[in-house]
Every structure is written in structure tokens, then in C-alpha cells.
Nanobody
Framework: QVQLVESGGGLVQAGGSLRLSCAAS????????MAWFRQAPGKEREFVAA????????YYADSVKDRFTLSRDNAKNTVTLQMSSLKPEDTAVYYC?????????????????WGQGTQVTVSS
């Protein structure tokens, strides 16, 4: 069982940066693949980035590649999404997710645990 709590959202101007954190409870955090998804108003929740249990591999949506960086610290049970060169189209609620590692890293169905979300708003 994993409980996830996101933090770090807020309002930023286009071109700015934000860092989102996800704190996880549970002794087995290091065994989970972790990911971030986002959902804009009126749109479906979409994949942003994922990281393997060891942190050895990361995956990014094309829309955020080269702007976002995902990392994890298994000793602290945290995952961090560093977002830079933010655009108004990045505005959304961002969700942290944990999965066992089976299935596609970009599929919502691959993750069984979700946080409550944190709002990111990018003004133009």
C-alpha cells in the first residue's frame, strides 16, 4: 500500500520554472515505478513522465521532453518533477502515481496508486 502526497504547484509566468514533489508512505516505495500525469480542464488525464524503480530510466511525453526532468530519492521516498520553460499549455492539475512496473509506463491503467493532485497554472 502506498499513499502519495504532491506539493509544489502554483502560479508562474510563461518561461518560468516550478518543482513538484511527491512524498510517498510505505516501506516498499523503492519497488514501484513512479510517474506524473496531468489533467487540464475539459481534457483527459495525460502522461507526463515516468521513472523506473531504481531511477535508472526515465520516460517523457513528447510535449515536455527537454523541459521537464524527473528524479527520485528512494532513501527519502520522494519523486521530484523539475519543470522549466513552462508554457501556458502546461496548465493543469498534476498527479503523482505509483505502479508495480507492469504495463506501459505511459498508461494510466499501469498505476494503482494516485495522489490528490496539485495545481500548476502558467500565465502568458
Amino acid at each position: 500500500q502506498v499513499q502519495l502526497v504532491e506539493s509544489g504547484g502554483g502560479l508562474v509566468q510563461a518561461g518560468g520554472s516550478l518543482r513538484l514533489s511527491c512524498a510517498a508512505s510505505g516501506r516498499t516505495f523503492s519497488s514501484y515505478r513512479m510517474a506524473w500525469f496531468r489533467q487540464a480542464p475539459g481534457k483527459e488525464r495525460e502522461f507526463v513522465a515516468a521513472i523506473t524503480w531504481s531511477g535508472g530510466r526515465t520516460y517523457y511525453a513528447d510535449s515536455v521532453k527537454d523541459r521537464f526532468t524527473l528524479s527520485r530519492d528512494n532513501a527519502k521516498n520522494t519523486v521530484t518533477l523539475q519543470m522549466s520553460s513552462l508554457k501556458p499549455e502546461d496548465t493543469a492539475v498534476y498527479y503523482c502515481a505509483a505502479g508495480t512496473g507492469y504495463g506501459s509506463s505511459g498508461s494510466r491503467s499501469s498505476y494503482g496508486y494516485w495522489g490528490q493532485g496539485t495545481q500548476v497554472t502558467v500565465s502568458s
